[in-house]
């Protein structure tokens, strides 16, 4: 290789490395819309990144959907539904952080929220709706009255960190399950749009 070249393939390089990293929407099938939609989760093992891309869906695939691990900047955006999966009783931990630091980005724009949860295959009740959206999600959104959800969620062994999937495992009865439904995430996309007047 010439000097000239090795230089310039140095600098490229150490560019790629200091360039801060541009954060990127899940952009399925995003669809024209006069507002600008945003879906942002927290998830562990992709389930409430599930729900998030279904309830874009139920909204016509308006929104666009964001991890939280990427810091998305949502300043542009007009209109925001929050979610995130749930361990030992609540949210994620990077979610939380992102609010907390978000809080005036995000306060105001909050049209629905939504949880993930396993409670251990059983039908969801008040008990789940008040630990993880009345306790966690409306107080650091400033969000309380807006439709809300909180979706059964679902285990799979092979994406879980080894160390926590030997510790589940040693539950008696814990077995892998999937009992998230894109037609109830759909539906809440939908209900969270006509709640906002369509957006
Ligand atoms: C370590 C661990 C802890 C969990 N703790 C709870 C819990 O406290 N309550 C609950 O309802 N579900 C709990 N779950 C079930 C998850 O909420 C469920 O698997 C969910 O689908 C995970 O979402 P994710 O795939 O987006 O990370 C737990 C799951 C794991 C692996």
Known sequence: MKKRDFLKTGLLGIGA????KKSQALEFYP???????????GTWCGTARDAG?????GMDGIAQVYDVREKPDLSSYDHII?????????IHPLLKE???????????KVRGLFAVCGNMMQPVEKEQYDAFIGYQLSPLTGAYDVPAMVFLGRITWGLMEPDVRDRMQQIPGMVEYDNLKRPECMAFGKQVREAAGRG
Request: glycine share 4%; proline share 5%; hydrophobic share 45%.
């Open 31 to 41: 669809m024209p819309s006069d507002k600008k939609w945003a879906v942002l989760f």
């Open 17 to 20: 490395l200091i360039m801060p």
């Open 53 to 57: 891309v279904w309830i874009s869906e």
């Open 98 to 108: 992102y609010l907390e630091e978000n809080r005036s980005v995000i306060e105001g």
């Open 82 to 90: 929050i979610g995130s999966a749930i361990r030992s009783n609540e």
